[in-house]
């Protein structure tokens, strides 16, 4: 910790150093549009309701630019509660070392009066380690959401009727309460930072960049939200979207010929309020070897209940958020009694919740509180990393965070996350980690221009 301490000063420097001294949003959209990010986010990527609009819309309101290009970059600094196993292994290394962390490069804005697109390219200057150990880069095609949408009056009311072609089930939702757009918006970039292994549902990003969805949706007088899409395997035709994938056995194998996604939410404005209730959830087929996509799949069935309410006003921005997910696993495919080759019982289970609550004030200072908690099934191959005697994945913990916006195109945060209990314990395991070994303190600055 002190060496965290100590190295504040030079990453305040780099802050104030190349902090943007103008406000845009994504800029890209923000130069389509003539105005401020704070139309649109709260604190990026969190919408307001004009944001919801926008994105509902299809991009498309403003002036297509010619070249609709952005940037952003990211710098960090991670620290560990405790940076070493009982043998005095290190767990993590670059600990307390100032990292650039990600480029990342939009093509964001209007293409016709009736179409839009968000498309992100990332590169990841600590995105992998190779098989000497080494930490190298990466890059790959990130977040894409492409849209075509139409206006008419249904019983004397707008309604939007769009179509989504995207790679990541959920990034097309305009509420931040499901997983691709969910907070924590950012954490460590670095590989082996400590983190539970067995506590995300396949919608929690178990499918993202790995596959091509396309589906419709409706938006009936800005309260009746529903969709419903359909995700395959993104290779063949869309292999663009999961560029810089590894298909050499890193990409999950799903059976295209189902998989559905579906959303209902219903929304409410009022004066500087507003609150939806939702649902969503998917259906996917998933083959148990992806180096053998053939034969028969295992089965991921995830519903959720969601709910969102804001208030925004000057100065005051206040969000709170909730998601509970439960998944059923069918592992019908790939169950194996011995608990040798496969998951020790036929069927699963898995219940993850999560709770946020943040307060932004003059769109400069903000804090943040999250909950998470995750209960499954007891199955010694599913839910067992080798380091606990117990084999359940379940997880709980806390994230703290405070952030400050020296303008609407720049963040600097400071992100602790706390463990009461991780992989299923409260105690000391095989590695001798207790969960609050692995607390980790994370700060960072985002820029966009």
């Known amino acids: 910790m002190f060496n965290f301490l100590r190295k504040l000063p030079l990453f305040a420097l ?43 819309d299809g991009y498309t309101l403003g002036e297509r630019k010619l070249l609709p290009l952005a940037a952003m970059m990211q710098f960090s600094m991670t620290n560990l509660a405790k940076n070493h196993d009982n043998t005095g292994a290190q767990i993590m290394s670059r600990e307390n070392d100032l990292q650039f962390d990600v480029l ?10 009736h179409a839009g697109m968000f498309a992100q390219w990332t590169y990841s200057n600590n995105g992998t380690q190779n098989t000497g150990g080494n930490i190298i880069g990466h890059s790959a095609l990130d977040n894409t959401d492409i849209r075509f949408v139409l206006n008419h009056d249904i019983f004397g009311k707008n309604t939007v009727f ?8 959920s990034v097309q939702d305009v509420w931040n309460t499901t997983p691709a757009w969910g907070f924590p918006f950012n954490g460590p970039n670095l590989p082996n930072v400590p983190g539970p292994s067995f506590t995300s549902s396949v919608i929690e990003g178990g499918l993202s960049q790995q596959v091509a969805g396309i589906g419709g949706y409706f938006w009936y007088d ?12 993104a290779n063949k035709s869309f292999r663009v979207l999961s560029a810089g994938q590894d298909w050499n056995g890193g990409v999950t194998r799903i059976d295209g010929r189902n998989n559905p996604y579906w959303r209902l939410a219903w929304n409410e404005d009022w004066g500087d309020h507003s609150l939806m209730l939702g649902t969503y959830g998917m259906q996917v087929d998933v083959f148990p070897d992806p180096l053998n996509p053939h034969g028969a799949t295992d089965q991921f069935m995830d519903t959720a209940l969601d709910a969102q309410y804001q208030y925004l006003s000057d100065p005051h921005v206040v969000t709170v958020q909730t998601t509970f997910i439960h998944e059923k696993q069918d592992n019908r495919a790939s169950y194996d009694p011995t608990c040798i080759s496969g998951p020790c019982n036929p069927r699963n289970h898995l219940n993850t919740f999560k709770a946020k609550a943040s307060y932004l004030y003059n769109h400069k200072y903000g804090a943040s509180f999250a909950y998470f908690n995750t209960t499954g099934s007891n199955d010694a191959y599913a839910f067992s990393t080798g380091n606990n005697t117990v084999t359940k994945p379940d997880t709980q913990g806390y994230v703290l965070q405070l ?7 720049a963040r600097i945060s400071l992100q602790y996350t706390g463990y009461i209990k991780f992989d299923g314990s409260r105690g000391v395991d095989l590695v001798g980690l207790r969960p609050r070994d692995r607390n980790t303190l994370f700060l960072n600055t985002w820029f966009a221009f």
């Not at 990342?104 to 009066?113: C, E, H, R, T, V």
């Not at 769009?162 to 089930?169: A, D, E, H, K, Y």
């Not at 952030?403 to 195109?409: A, E, G, L, N």
Request: charged share 15%; net charge negative.
């Open 162 to 169: 769009g179509l989504s072609l995207n790679n990541n089930p």
């Open 14 to 56: 780099l802050v104030f150093t190349l902090a943007p001294s103008i406000s845009v949003a994504v800029p890209s959209f923000a130069r389509q549009t003539g105005m401020d990010c704070a139309a649109c986010h709260t604190s990026f990527p969190e919408l307001t309701s004009f944001g919801r609009e926008f994105k509902l």
């Open 222 to 233: 800005r309260h009746l939200y529903g969709e419903l899409s359909f995700y395959g395997n």
């Open 403 to 409: 952030d400050y916006d020296p303008c609407t195109s």
């Open 104 to 113: 990342g490069l939009f093509l964001a804005g209007k293409l016709n009066d």
